[in-house]
């Protein structure tokens, strides 16, 4: 069989976390940058049918794309990297794998054949490998598979590699292989026996590397690299330095010195030209080189992991350098949060975002926030929960309505000033059934939203089963919290802002997952700009 989409498939071995996700996006801006149309995707291998249900202390961040899959956090840094949307094609789990090949059995799509992992459960890896590549819309699609070479789980995504390699023929199909080469303070050397290990064990699944980037803090030897070709069957030019870089969006520039994009398009029998990432180095320039620096703070449950705000943190970048100042995100645990500490706590910061979220734990702390920087004001970004919490805070102190929750909260609040979807009540499941991808929202002419979007027509992605209670809506907006952004069909409330404060606004939706480095998020950039104004006002 020959195709026309070439295909890339990224293993990793020794240890997870060595960072597949930066180095496949890295590796597809170069080829973007070059004039291919690429788009990646993301193979994990664990049961759960998408990571919508895990805690974020399991896996980090629920990443949402514009068709509403709940999928990886790589799929953010993909979509960062190509300012190209990705899609419920772009990951596949191994419980939809299984899902699919079980509704089919029990369909009799099988003829009465025993189902086995090969051929059954490896064929339906190797359709959903290609769905992309057979829509005509990409000449390079590059396949990321998640965990390491040797778990029990990546077993049926290696071996369909292997039949996939053979099935795309010379030139279509190679696999570049992620590894550890590890440095001994006490031996004072590198040591290349982790990846000749992890290079046999995938070999033992009948696959060879064709190119390996290794993962150092140390610069690779050429003696080195000449020792790990010869062990690890590969030429000397495939074995590719990934050291340790001060951000992630480095990689695109050390992939290019290492030559990475050159050797993937010559083994995929493709031309190379120089790749154009004057944007992409002017970002970085304007990244590197603030004027100024401010301080956010960031009030969640879920602070101390990284991931867990990882496309938040993120727009923090990509706002930042538009506005060349260095964004300080400071976390800050809801849970410690009160009104005795507030102060002591908030005070410093020339901005407060309070995160997205789900259930009671450590939402006083958030509403405590959101009732100093109101008070104070010191700008503030609601994201979701955070937004629904602003309300909250807004009914109790400035309504006076002490009881005021979300149901989701206190099922048996007097005053339910956020309550669950109207849709939602009669749901059972919890996966993959809230409010999820891109929505349409009209934006009220005049208000601070529109001014920051110059648009009064915007669409976001969501990832939520509560809502603003439109019965408070009219209350609300008598106090001086004004309704701003609407949903067209459904009057459902987006947006608030509170029009005496300099910068307060709360979005149900989530603006953080479509900020890249070419477009960051209007809304990002407005706040970080706030928050520089406030600091110079101190």
Known sequence: MTTNTKYIFVTGG???SLGKGIIAASLAKLLQSQGYRVTIQKLDPYINVDPGTLNPYEHG??????????TDLDLGHYERFLNVPTSQANNVTTGRIYQSVIQKEREGKFLGKTVQVVPHITD?????????????????????????????????????????????????GIVIHLTLVPYLSAAGEL????????????MESGVQADILVCRTEHNLPKDLRKKLALFCNVTADSVIQSIDASTI??????????????????KLALESAKPEL??????????????TEINIGLIGKYVELQDSYKSILESFIHAGAENEVKVNVESVHSEYLNDENAGLMLAHLDGV??????????????????????????????????????????????????????????????????DLMEEQKTIKNKGGTMRLGAWDCALMPGSKVEKIYKNQHISERHRHRYEFNSDYRYQIEEGGMLATGLNPKTGLVEIVEISNHPWFIGVQYHPEYKSTVANPHPLFVGFVKAALKHKKSK
């Open 14 to 16: 020794v240890t997870s």
């Open 249 to 266: 969006y480095d990689v695109p520039n050390l992939m290019l010195k290492e030559g990475l994009d050159k050797i993937v398009l010559k």
């Open 278 to 291: 004057k944007n992409w180095n002017k970002f970085l320039r304007r990244h590197k080189n603030p004027k």
């Open 191 to 202: 040591k290349t026996k982790p990846t000749q290990h992890s290079v046999k064990t995938l």
């Open 124 to 172: 339906e890896i190797k359709r959903r490998v290609q769905i992309l590549g057979k829509s005509g819309d990409y000449d390079i699609v590059i396949t990321e598979i998640g965990g390491t070479v040797g778990d029990i789980e990546s077993l049926p995504y290696i071996e369909a590699v292997r039949q996939l390699r053979w099935d795309l023929g010379e030139h279509n």
């Open 61 to 70: 961040e629920c990443y949402v794309t514009e068709d509403g899959a709940e």
């Open 353 to 418: 975002l309070v995160a997205p979220g789900f259930g009671e734990r450590g939402i006083e702390g958030k509403i405590c926030a959101v009732k100093y920087v109101r008070e104070n004001n010191i700008p503030f970004l609601g994201i979701c929960l955070g937004m629904q919490m602003a309300v909250i805070e807004f009914a109790r102190n400035v309504l006076n309505l002490k009881d005021a929750n979300s149901t989701e909260m206190d099922p048996e609040t007097e005053h339910p000033v956020i």
